[in-house]
């Protein structure tokens, strides 16, 4: 069983759409995440919930709005994509503060 | 900004050599972790060092942290060519709840 699962893993859309992206995490943890990489690797932390609450929101634009409808799954819906959107989206989870985070294998938005 | 810094950007090594390989971040932690990139794969994590400890080993892993110097190193015993990955420093910035990234280290081990 896969810990943290993201779908879909590759996604290519038109600008000005609206798409969603899905995560589930089958480790019990708390606290969910969700990370954005561009295309020099570096990697940028958007958002985190934990138990359902939002409790880390990074100055990411309000058209990016997670949803977190229980602490095992953390969705992040992306109104009218733009082509700087295009990147890798990561899911992570973590148990409890101050450890390791476990990440899912990504997802690929390309838009065009 | 908070996040981990990672130098070089790329480093090329034959296999059987160590592979060294640093971060620099800029505010005070709690923790430093280091991960692992596989190519079109997602993030795992190798070590974690508490800012109270100055050195960890795990198997062919040495983290060493200088709080000082706010920087931290990773050294890769005997590298192997399926280390070819990016290495990544994670920091937390004080903050329990965030961890701060950079764009991390390119290793490619030469068989």
């Known amino acids: 069983d896969t810990a943290v699962s993201q779908t879909p893993k590759y996604l290519v859309t038109q600008m000005g759409n609206d798409k969603s992206i899905k995560c589930e995490q089958n480790?019990?943890?708390?606290?969910m995440y969700w990370y954005k990489q561009d295309s020099k690797k570096f990697l940028k932390i958007m958002f985190s919930y934990n138990n359902k609450e939002l409790i880390i929101n990074e100055t990411v634009p309000n058209r990016f709005s997670p949803k977190s409808p229980d602490k095992a799954h953390l969705n992040l819906h992306i109104n009218s994509l733009e082509l700087g959107d295009s990147a890798v989206y990561f899911c992570a989870s973590r148990d409890s503060p101050n450890e390791k985070l476990f990440f899912g294998s990504g997802t690929q938005l390309s838009v065009l | 900004s908070q996040q981990g810094e990672e130098d070089p950007q790329a480093l090329s090594i034959q296999e059987g050599e160590n592979a060294t390989m640093n971060c620099s971040y800029k505010t005070s932690i709690n923790n430093l972790q280091w991960y692992r990139q596989n190519s079109g794969r997602g993030l795992v994590h190798l070590i974690l060092?508490?800012?109270?400890?100055r050195e960890k080993h795990s198997g062919r892993l040495r983290v060493t942290l200088d709080t000082s110097k706010k920087s931290s190193s990773l050294l890769i015993t005997a590298s192997r060519a399926a280390d070819t990955a990016s290495y990544f420093c994670a920091t937390d910035g004080g903050n329990f709840n965030k961890f701060y990234f950079g764009s991390g280290t390119k290793l490619n081990v030469k068989p």
């Open positions: 480790l019990g943890h708390d606290t």
């Open positions: 060092i508490r800012s109270n400890e």
